[in-house]
């Protein structure tokens, strides 16, 4: 293995042990996967196939899971730099890059597992119980299959990881766990509801709706609900498309997985030179 | 041995909040066991963590002429700071597979072979300082760092942790230690730096400064450079590792008793 794959791996399995071996994590699984039955429960969709489960899922998932990405990620990068260990993996061969990619991967596979895991048994769940139900699919021309479950589960994932690499980034940023946690329901609050308000905001001062395909893609949750009702729900029951860019959204998506590894790995790497510049600065003012 | 500096500050000052805690620093690390002493407040971490580069000094430069191999710096900061939840040997096993060394042979040369298998939350204050000596050491640095490294520890666990850290002090190997605990450094110091306010007030081979002063030991020598008010630095020991004044964590894991430089303990600074 080269050295820096033997960097980021090493420091992977650091983060996936501490993920492993700390029990909230697990408990947050599993309080998805109940919030989630009792939706499903509530909603009924469930007891009649894939696509009523996803159409009775999709808008507590987009806070739900920005809401669990968040939790995952918001102290990911803190931990060590705020007791003081990340001083001393930087006098070993280890980039910032290396750390940050490793800590990061963990923390996705982290999601794969509190998210991924919860909607999977959902998805079992449905395929073992759900029985045809005449008035549901004639609403939805017929057409249900596991794999558009399995494409919502994608863009599942995809919606987290966006979360936990914004949520990432935040941990650096963050001075104190207190900060984090401030920083992290701003940017949990900003990125659900966000993306939706500057667009009824730019629809209200005139903007043309035939511009809303592609600006809802911008926002991480925009561009999730405009893919599951492109490649999920839309299947069901709209020949045509048309209510996302799909590339664009995808792109979106990924853009803001690398924008947080992005700002996360340059607060780690210039932080220590912004603050002395902010002490010079200080300095010459005082002077 | 190698007649050059390990590492060579210039100029070196570093200021917190617009207060200087650092002022004009210039110091050549050569091997051998180095001992930085002074009063709390009298910026020792603050060094001790631009030779690191752990802090960005706010002037002058830090250079590394003699510091080679794959990891050429060790550093000890003076909380040990290792995650909860795992083991001493897995601990050390993660920082050795960056080096590709063995953490084993760590442990057993800081005399710890046996609590391998021990959670670092279960180790003693002294233990985790040991621990932290072997983390310095992995990867053979040409300089290791150690902040404090007898700090908070029973009188055989500050002799076995000094013993530990001078032992490493061979060949070209340059250790820097920070230290209330001048019988230690009397003891195990080829050279000493004796910080006053953030500046040096003394500094050079430990039997030449003991010449110039007329000092019959560095406890001596201490009092004779910063005089009776500067008390015995090794007063404010606490016991539990750490100092009596002025810790302050910032972002970057300094929880040191540089950042408040000020602070004014009665028969402990001078100030």
Redesign the interface.
């Known amino acids: 293995m080269s050295g820096r794959l033997s960097g980021v791996a090493t420091v992977f399995r650091r983060e996936l042990a501490t993920v492993v071996r700390t029990p909230g994590y697990g408990v947050l699984a599993v309080g998805l996967l109940v919030a989630l039955g009792g939706l499903l429960a509530a909603g009924g969709g469930g007891a009649t196939g894939f696509v009523p489960a996803v159409v009775d899922l999709l808008l507590p998932t987009e806070a739900l899971v920005p809401l669990v990405a968040v939790v995952l990620g918001y102290r990911a990068l803190l931990t060590d730099t705020a007791s003081g260990e990340l001083a001393v993996i930087r006098t070993y061969p280890v980039r910032v890059g290396e750390y940050v990619a490793g800590v990061l991967l963990a923390r996705l596979v982290a999601l794969v597992a509190a998210v991924g895991v919860p909607y999977a048994v959902i998805g079992a769940v449905v395929w073992l119980t759900a029985a045809p139900d005449t008035g549901i699919f004639a609403t939805h021309t017929g057409v249900d299959s596991p794999l558009l479950y399995v494409r919502f589960l994608a863009f599942v994932l995809l919606l987290g990881a966006a979360y936990v690499s914004l949520a990432a980034a935040v941990s650096a940023l963050a001075a104190s766990r207190r900060s984090a946690i401030a920083l992290g329901s701003l940017a949990l609050v900003a990125g659900v509801l966000g993306g939706d308000l500057v667009l009824l905001r730019s629809l209200a001062g005139g903007a043309s709706p035939t511009t809303v395909p592609a600006s809802i893609a911008l926002a991480p949750n925009g561009a999730f609900r405009g893919l599951v009702f492109e490649h999920v729900i839309g299947v069901a029951f709209a020949p045509e498309g048309g209510f996302v860019s799909t590339p664009r959204a995808v792109a979106s998506l990924v853009g803001w997985t690398l924008l947080g590894a992005v700002v996360a790995g340059a607060t780690l790497a210039y932080g220590r030179r912004v603050d002395a510049t902010v002490e010079r600065v200080r300095r010459g003012i005082g002077d | 041995m190698s007649d050059g500096p390990v590492a060579s500050l210039s100029e070196a000052a570093?200021?917190?909040?617009?207060v200087?805690v650092l002022d004009d620093v210039s110091l050549d690390v050569e091997p051998g066991v180095t001992a930085v002493v002074g009063p709390n407040g009298s910026g020792k971490s603050t060094l001790l963590?631009i030779l690191?580069?752990?802090?960005?000094?706010?002037?002058g430069e830090v250079r590394y002429p003699g510091a080679t191999g794959?990891?050429p710096?060790?550093?000890?900061?003076q909380?040990v700071?290792?995650?909860d939840?795992?083991t001493a040997r897995?601990t050390l096993a993660?920082?050795a597979?960056?080096?590709d060394d063995d953490p084993d042979a760590a442990l057993e040369r800081v005399g710890l072979g046996d609590a391998g298998d021990k959670r670092v939350e279960a180790l003693s204050g002294g233990m985790r300082r040991l621990l932290g000596i072997a983390?310095a050491g992995l990867?053979d640095?040409s300089l290791a760092v150690l902040d404090e490294p007898a700090s908070g520890l029973d009188p055989g666990m500050r002799e076995r942790a000094f013993r530990a850290a001078a032992r490493r002090a061979a060949g070209d190997t340059a250790v820097v230690v920070s230290s209330h605990a001048l019988d230690l450094v009397d003891a195990h110091a080829d050279r000493v730096v004796i910080l006053r306010r953030g500046r040096v007030a003394a500094a050079g081979p430990r039997d030449r400064l003991l010449d110039e002063h007329g000092a019959a030991d560095v406890s001596e020598l201490y009092r004779a450079v910063i005089g009776e008010s500067g008390a015995s630095p090794g007063e404010t020991d606490t016991g539990d590792g750490t100092e009596g004044d002025g810790e302050r964590?910032?972002?970057?894991?300094?929880?040191d008793e540089d950042a408040e430089p000020d602070v004014h303990v009665t028969g402990v600074s001078d100030r």
């Open positions: 570093r200021t917190y909040g617009g200087r963590r690191v580069g752990a802090t960005e000094p706010t002037a794959a990891k710096i060790g550093y000890l900061p909380r700071p290792f995650r939840g795992f897995e993660f920082y597979r960056l080096v983390q990867g640095p964590e910032d972002r970057d894991g300094e929880g």
